[in-house]
C-alpha cells in the first residue's frame, strides 16, 4: 500500500532558525497537503499542492511538490516559539475518494 | 471555517464494554467523514472512510465488527468501539472533507479512550 514517510521525525532548534522537513510518497500523488498539530491538539490544515514543481508560500512558511509529485517539503524562516508542533504532510492518490495517508510526522521545539 | 465536533472528549471504560463517539459537521453537510486512530506521538492512521447511507469502508487490518460505523444523516457519523480492550485506548479524530476543489479536511479535536 501507498506509504508516506517524513524526515527528520523530530528537530529542536533555536528560536531564530530556519527548518525544514521533507515528505516522500512511495507512489505518485494527486495532491499533498499539511498540516500542523500542536500539542495534544488536532492537526489542522495548512495548505494544499496540487500541480507539479508547484511552490506556495504563506508568511514564513514555503512549501513545495517535487516535480515527480512524489515528494514535497515544509520550510519554515527564522523559527518562533509558536511554531511547536508536529507537522504531517499527507497525500491523496485519488482524487475521488478523497482519503488521505498521513506521512509519519516531524515534531518540531523551538528554543526560545 | 468548517467546524467538526466530537464527543466525549475523554472517556475511561473498563474492558469488554463498547464506547460509541460522535462526530459532528457542525455548519455543513458532509456525505463522507473520516476515522483515524492517533497512538502517542504516532501518525494518524485512517480506520475507515464513512458513507453516509451507506456501509462504510474500512482500510486493511480494521476490524468492522468491532469498529462499527454509523452514518445516519448529513452531519453526524459515530464510531462504537465493542467490546474495548487496553490495546484499543488511543486517540480517535474524525474529519471531514471540505465540499468543492480542495481536499481540505476539517479535524474533529478528538476523543483520548482509555481501557482500564
Known amino acids: 500500500g501507498q506509504q508516506v514517510m517524513q524526515i527528520p521525525q523530530y528537530q529542536h532548534v533555536q528560536e531564530g532558525e530556519d527548518f525544514t522537513t521533507y515528505c516522500n510518497s512511495s507512489?505518485?500523488?494527486?495532491?499533498i497537503q499539511w498540516y500542523k498539530q500542536r500539542p495534544g491538539g488536532h492537526p489542522v490544515f495548512l495548505i494544499q499542492l496540487v500541480k507539479s514543481g508547484e511552490v506556495k508560500k504563506q508568511k514564513r512558511l514555503t512549501f513545495q511538490f517535487g516535480e515527480a509529485k512524489k515528494n514535497s517539503s515544509l520550510h519554515i524562516t527564522a523559527t518562533q516559539t509558536t511554531d511547536v508542533g508536529t507537522y504531517f504532510c499527507a497525500g491523496s492518490m485519488d482524487t475521488g475518494r478523497r482519503a488521505l495517508t498521513f506521512g509519519s510526522g516531524t515534531r518540531l521545539q523551538v528554543q526560545p | 471555517g468548517a467546524v467538526v465536533s466530537q464527543h466525549p472528549s475523554r472517556v475511561i471504560c473498563k474492558s469488554g464494554t463498547s464506547v460509541k463517539i460522535e462526530c459532528r459537521s457542525l455548519d455543513f453537510q458532509a456525505t463522507t467523514m473520516f476515522w483515524y486512530r492517533q497512538f502517542p506521538k504516532q501518525s494518524l492512521m485512517l480506520m475507515a472512510t464513512s458513507n453516509e447511507g451507506s456501509k462504510a469502508t474500512y482500510e486493511q487490518g480494521v476490524e468492522k465488527d468491532k469498529f462499527l460505523i454509523n452514518h445516519a444523516s448529513l452531519t453526524l457519523s459515530t464510531l462504537t468501539v465493542t467490546s474495548a480492550h487496553p490495546e484499543d485506548s488511543s486517540f480517535y479524530i474524525c474529519?471531514?472533507?471540505?465540499?468543492?476543489?480542495?481536499?481540505?479536511?476539517?479535524f474533529g479535536p478528538g476523543t483520548r479512550l482509555t481501557v482500564l
Open positions: 507512489t505518485t500523488l494527486s495532491n
Open positions: 474529519s471531514a472533507p471540505r465540499t468543492g476543489a480542495l481536499n481540505e479536511q476539517f
